[in-house]
């Protein structure tokens, strides 16, 4: 039970070759014979369905009266996939389509009224996906990213070439029997990060959230498996969106930029996309990780999200 007015079920959707774990949100007057729409509510690079793609956006929905589903992608959370820590573009775009194979499948499902939440690194994948599966009707990014220009720019130093080569340096090490490498995207502590000149708004709000009781969780690791994360350095969530992204869109940002740059990828999507129906809510005041759980900006994120899935769902 999530909230005293909604009631939650956990499924095992049927993957490529394993099983993806998902949360179902169900509104308190949930009617099992009637077709409802669904929103999938997809969580941002390292996190997992119990934080804020689940706890406070899928929750929200529920309590508005939709139907959601929060998953964990592939390699990460309780969902299946080895090596564990996978950040894999391909898989991460896949596990929407999963996902929707699995609500189709549901009596209680609209299969016509699907939509898509998507936070920060989650947001890019679910770009790609709405691009590529028509079933997806209507998509919401909330502090949108884009990991593989990150991985770009800031997490590989302004030096992907160089990132590529030791990748293949220590892929070759660990064919031969070295073991394997987990990186930690973040500081340990907010303390270590100040001490050591990570000043940035998102490193450090990052690191409180997931570092913190604040949003840690279990599974919730913010890790990258490193020989895992190469076809990140040459792929992009925003590639030919003026094309293909042609479904009703909503971008949700806040006003405080930081490094993961979700204002300036949340503006060039609004701008780049091929949608009639877009739209663009920018929360005054708001950094990216306040739109992950912080009740005032989350609620004013809120005041456009329901009233855009009702309109186009």
Not at 81 to 110: C, H
Not at 273 to 290: F, R, T
Request: glycine share 8%.
């Amino acid at each position: 039970m999530a909230d005293s007015t909604i009631t939650t079920t956990s499924v095992k959707v049927p993957g490529l070759a394993w099983d993806i774990a998902a949360d179902v949100y169900f509104p308190a007057d949930f009617d099992e014979t009637a077709k409802h729409p669904v929103v999938i509510s997809a969580h941002p690079t390292g996190s997992c369905k119990e934080q804020t793609s689940g706890n406070i956006y899928a929750t929200a929905l529920a309590k508005a009266g939709f139907v959601a589903i929060a998953f964990d992608a592939s390699f990460q959370g309780e969902s299946g996939g080895e090596p564990r820590f996978t950040e894999d573009p391909g898989f991460r775009v896949s596990d929407f389509s999963y996902v929707i194979d699995y609500l189709v499948t549901q009596d209680y499902v609209d299969e016509n009224k699907i939509g898509v939440l998507a936070i920060c690194g989650g947001a890019g994948y679910a770009v790609t996906a709405t691009m590529i599966d028509r079933r997806v009707k209507a998509l919401t990014t909330v502090v949108g990213s884009n990991v593989g220009r990150l991985m770009r720019e800031g997490f590989s130093n302004y030096d992907p070439m160089g990132m590529l080569e030791a990748l293949a340096k220590q892929r070759t090490a660990e064919a031969r029997g070295a073991a394997g490498v987990v990186n930690d995207l973040l500081p340990p502590s907010v303390e270590f990060a100040l001490e050591n000149g990570l000043t940035d708004i998102d490193v450090t709000e990052a690191t409180d959230y997931y570092k913190t009781d604040r949003g840690a969780a279990e599974n919730g690791c913010t890790s990258f498996f490193f020989t895992r994360q190469g076809p990140l350095a040459l792929w992009d969530a925003y590639d030919r969106v003026e094309t293909f992204l042609t479904q009703p869109l909503l971008v949700v940002i806040g006003d405080k930029p930081g490094a993961f740059a979700s204002y300036r990828l949340g503006m060039e999507l609004y701008g780049r996309a091929a949608s009639k129906q877009k739209e663009l809510a920018v929360i005054e005041g708001a950094s990216h990780y306040d739109l992950y759980d912080q009740p005032e900006p989350t609620g004013k994120a809120l005041e456009s999200i329901v009233p855009f899935f009702q309109t186009h769902l």
